[in-house]
T-cell receptor, first 112, second 113 residues
Framework: AQTVTQSQPEMSVQEAETVTLSCTYD???????LFWYKQPPSRQMILVIR??????QNATENRFSVNFQKAAKSFSLKISDSQLGDAAMYFC?????????FGAGTTVTVRA | EAQVTQNPRYLITVTGKKLTVTCSQN?????MSWYRQDPGLGLRQIYY???????DKGDVPEGYKVSRKEKRNFPLILESPSPNQTSLYFC????????????FGPGTRLTVL
């Protein structure tokens, strides 16, 4: 199985500030996708953003952006202008050939 | 509404009592998969299916069975549940394609006493 590592079990951010979540992965593949999923207290898994490995440009979705460093096998998520609704657990995930591997997750707390 | 449904949402059972968690999707997706989520471990894939009658093991298949007799349904079967199978289970589906986004069901909280 591919290994996905999220080294930050918990992160706290002040409302309107920026927080960055780290993710590294281990693979020998050259063709794959990376995802960030959000899991709020409702437990629903919500796709936040995706990155194609062959694209150099970092993906952006509104206040969410990634820093994809393919050579370093790093895929961090930046949440800008944090809102109370961003409080959730965030999972980094890697997919290649139908198999989806997840990191252990980072719990984000937003302080009002 | 396009969705993945799971039933039951919550289940408490005893060791050894066979159970089935159902999963159904209405998006005509070829690919379906089961995951379990445990604290500190993230989600781990149990089994997946690339189409009707085609299933394969994920990373943690021991103690589980699946079947894919119809495209829309992908039940997870625990023939003899044990306490270490207490977990939060998710079903997901996607269009055929190696990198398509997977859509997740709402989860099933299973407790085995």
């Amino acid at each position: 199985a591919q290994t996905v590592t999220q080294s930050q079990p918990e992160m706290s951010v002040q409302e309107a500030e920026t927080v960055t979540l780290s993710c590294t992965y281990d693979t020998s593949e050259s063709d794959y996708y990376l995802f960030w999923y959000k899991q709020p207290p409702s437990r629903q898994m919500i796709l936040v953003i995706r990155q194609e490995a062959y694209k150099q440009q970092n993906a952006t979705e509104n206040r969410f952006s990634v820093n994809f460093q393919k050579a370093a096998k790093s895929f961090s998520l930046k949440i800008s202008d944090s809102q109370l609704g961003d409080a959730a657990m965030y999972f980094c995930a890697y997919i290649s050939d139908y198999k989806l591997s997840f990191g252990a997750g980072t719990t984000v707390t937003v302080r009002a | 509404e396009a969705q993945v449904t799971q039933n039951p949402r919550y289940l408490i059972t005893v060791t050894g009592k066979k159970l089935t968690v159902t999963c159904s999707q209405n998006m005509n997706h070829e690919y379906m998969s089961w995951y379990r989520q445990d604290p500190g471990l993230g989600l781990r894939q149990i089994y997946y299916s690339m189409n009707v009658e085609v299933t394969d093991k994920g990373d943690v298949p021991e103690g589980y069975k699946v079947s894919r007799k119809e495209k829309r349904n992908f039940p997870l079967i625990l023939e003899s549940p044990s306490p270490n199978q207490t977990s939060l289970y998710f079903c997901a589906s996607s269009l055929r394609g190696r990198y398509n986004e997977q859509f997740f069901g709402p989860g099933t909280r299973l407790t085995v006493l």
